[in-house]
């Protein structure tokens, strides 16, 4: 049952039109930014922000940002880190 009186197929659509990208790409986005909000503002562990942002470990976090920025978590930290 819908619970929006529109298509999933529609919704993406429309998402794409107003966003330039798609609902998972914006999820990838917003999830991304949070991490690197707690990188930058913290000093807990890998493994913790990954249970906060949802991911499975650390090591599923690292692979994941890895890919989004082309850099490590570590390194982001050190590059980014607020006194």
Not at 47 to 74: C, D, H, K, N, V
């Amino acid at each position: 049952m819908n619970t929006f009186p529109i298509s999933r197929r529609r919704l993406e659509q429309r998402f794409r039109t107003e966003l330039k990208r798609s609902p998972a790409e914006e999820i990838r986005r917003v999830r991304m930014a949070h991490v690197g909000r707690l990188l930058q503002d913290s000093d807990k562990p890998v493994a913790t922000i990954a249970t906060e942002a949802g991911f499975a470990s650390g090591a599923s976090l690292s692979q994941a940002f890895r890919q989004y920025f082309q850099i490590t978590p570590g390194e982001y930290r050190r590059l980014n880190q607020t006194d």
